[in-house]
């Protein structure tokens, strides 16, 4: 089992900064993919950035957001420049296992950019 805790979420201006967190505990070794979802308001939740081997981002935020871990503190970090009033939602952070076979949520962290 993979326990997720996401934090750093907050209010900002359009054109500010934030660095989300998601610090893992438990079966970290076992996990094989790092993803930051967001879900707004109304909207279906949408992956913002993929990492396995490599990271993709989604075009809306590709050049502004940033995906980094840390393996030593078993965090993964999610640097969002930029930021614009249509970035406003939940992030969540997911990991998986192999083949995805167990995938773990976060409880989310709220972003909210004032235009």
């Known amino acids: 089992q993979v326990h997720l805790v996401e934090s750093g979420g907050g209010l900002v201006q359009a054109g500010g900064s934030l660095r989300l967190s998601c610090a893992a505990s438990?079966?970290?070794?076992?996990?094989?993919?790092w993803n930051w979802y967001r879900q707004a308001p109304g909207k279906q939740r949408e992956v913002v950035a993929a990492?396995?081997?490599?990271?993709v981002y989604a075009d809306s935020v590709k050049g502004r957001f940033t995906f980094s871990r840390d393996n030593a503190k078993n965090t993964v970090y999610l640097q969002m420049n930029s930021l614009k009033p249509e970035d406003t939602a939940v992030y969540y952070c997911?990991?998986?296992?192999?083949?995805?076979?167990?995938?773990?949520w976060g409880q989310g962290t709220q972003v909210t950019v004032s235009s």
């Open positions: 990492s396995g081997s490599s990271t």
């Open positions: 997911n990991a998986g296992t192999l083949y995805g076979i167990s995938v773990y």
């Open positions: 438990g079966s970290v070794s076992s996990i094989k993919y």
